[in-house]
Structures are given as C-alpha cells and as structure tokens.
C-alpha cells in the first residue's frame, strides 16, 4: 500500500471513530431512559404514577449517571383501561464537525 493509501485509511478510521463516539452516546442515554420507563411498566408501578412521579424517577436515574441534558417533558404518559402508555418522543442534535450536525430523532411507545 502507498503512503497516500495509509493516510486515507488512517482519516477514514479517525473519522468512523469520531462519528461512533459522538453518536453512540446518543443511543445509550436513549436505551437508558427506555430501561426505567419499561422497568415500571414491567412492575405495574407506572399505572399508578402521575406523569410528574414518572418523571421523578426518570429524573433521578439520570442524575445518578450524570446525564445532564434530557428534557423530562419529552415523557408522556397516558392511560388506557388501566393500564399506562408512556411516549418518548425527542430529539437530540450533536455538532459533528465544523458546521456539521448529526441529528437523532427518538419516538418510542412503551406499553
């Protein structure tokens, strides 16, 4: 391989880097409030809450792992024959690079 072709592979690989450790983060934050929401569906507990306890306890599961930026009223919560239906719904846009953005559109119905 040529030295052209070594760097060219070489930004390629920074570039994927770069790509995965803005994005993936994303997706973690994401599963994570999916897992507390889904954790009080399982257990019957949401059927219970108010949309503001639903919110608290997203809330505190976030702070506890330092996310900082998740708007709680993103989290709907409705019920249907006694039974909770919360709605995620947000998105997050991150600066790639320079004037480029990666936006991540979320909308997710747990039931």
């Known amino acids: 391989m040529s030295k052209f072709g070594l760097l060219m592979m070489f930004i390629l690989i920074v570039a994927c880097i770069t790509f995965g450790l803005k994005v993936v983060p994303l997706y973690v934050d994401h ?3 999916v897992g507390v929401c889904e954790e009080l569906i399982e257990n019957g507990e949401a059927a219970k809450m108010s949309t503001t306890e639903i919110r ?3 809330s505190n599961t976030l ?3 330092n996310i900082t ?3 709680l009223s993103s989290i709907k919560v409705r019920k249907e024959s006694d039974q909770a239906i919360i709605t995620i719904a947000y998105e997050r846009r ?3 690079v320079a004037n ?3 936006v ?3 909308d997710t119905v747990l039931q």
């Open 56 to 58: 608290q306890r997203v």
């Open 94 to 96: 991150i600066e790639l």
């Open 31 to 33: 599963n994570l409030i």
């Open 104 to 106: 991540a559109k979320f």
């Open 69 to 71: 930026d998740f708007d």
């Open 100 to 102: 480029l953005d990666v």
């Open 63 to 65: 702070r506890i792992n």
